[in-house]
């Protein structure tokens, strides 16, 4: 059974939409993140969770992308009135707390914008 | 900030030889983490090195710090052909919220 759960895999959407990206993180860790690759590149962090609210956020985590963790298993990442230039891979991942710890990633959402 | 940088962007071997990719980083950090990625999959953990730390190695993979150079390098010994993937160096910062930030990655190809 996998750490990081994503759902959908792939999603295709039309300029303008909102979408919602969802990831199940099982187990009880404490950092939560969201990454994006654009294809071909590397790999972007955007935002990090902690204790239910953001904790650091990247300048291309702007007013477009929202998180929640609303009952405490899903976490989302909400893109608002998406654009072609987020079409992309994004990842959901977790850590435990402590300073050498490793990182379990989802296997990605690919979302499409058209 | 601090960014992990791969060298090379690309690299082509036969299956049984070794596979060295290297890794700079600018700034301070707690440890430096190597990731697998499969195309078009989700990054696998393969090794993390602290910042007090040479040298590690894990089965096939050997893993060096050099913090003064502010570099790393990532050794997989007598490759295969399931080795054929990118690979990510991240940096994990001593201070903010344990982000982990990816350097541009070495694709790898074993030709068997």
């Known amino acids: 059974e996998p750490e990081v759960t994503q759902t959908p895999s792939h999603q295709v959407t039309q300029m303008g939409q909102e979408v919602i990206l969802r990831c199940v993180p099982i187990s009880n860790h404490l950092y939560f993140y969201w990454y994006r690759q654009i294809l071909g590149q590397k790999v972007e962090f955007l935002v990090s969770?902690?204790?239910?609210?953001?904790?650091?956020k990247s300048e291309i985590f702007d007013d477009q992308f929202s998180v929640e963790r609303p009952d405490g298993s899903n976490f989302t990442l909400k893109i608002r009135s998406t654009k072609l230039e987020d079409s992309a891979m994004y990842f959901c991942?977790?850590?435990?707390?402590?300073?050498?710890?490793?990182?379990?990633f989802g296997q990605g959402t690919r979302l499409t914008v058209v | 900030s601090q960014q992990g940088e791969e060298d090379p962007q690309a690299l082509s071997i036969q299956e049984g030889e070794n596979a060295t990719m290297n890794c700079s980083y600018k700034?301070?950090?707690?440890?430096l983490q190597w990731y697998r990625q499969n195309s078009g999959r989700g990054l696998v953990h393969l090794i993390l090195?602290?910042?007090?730390?040479r040298e590690k190695h894990s089965g096939r993979l050997r893993v060096t710090l050099d913090t003064s150079k502010k570099s790393s390098s990532l050794l997989i010994t007598a490759s295969r052909a399931a080795d054929t993937a990118s690979y990510f160096c991240?940096?994990?910062?001593?201070?903010?919220?344990?982000?982990?930030?990816f350097g541009q990655g070495t694709r790898l190809t074993i030709n068997p």
């Open positions: 991240a940096t994990d910062s001593p201070r903010g919220a344990q982000k982990l930030v």
């Open positions: 700034t301070s950090i707690n440890n």
């Open positions: 991942a977790k850590r435990g707390q402590g300073q050498n710890t490793e990182a379990f």
């Open positions: 969770f902690y204790n239910n609210e953001i904790s650091e």
């Open positions: 090195i602290r910042s007090n730390e």
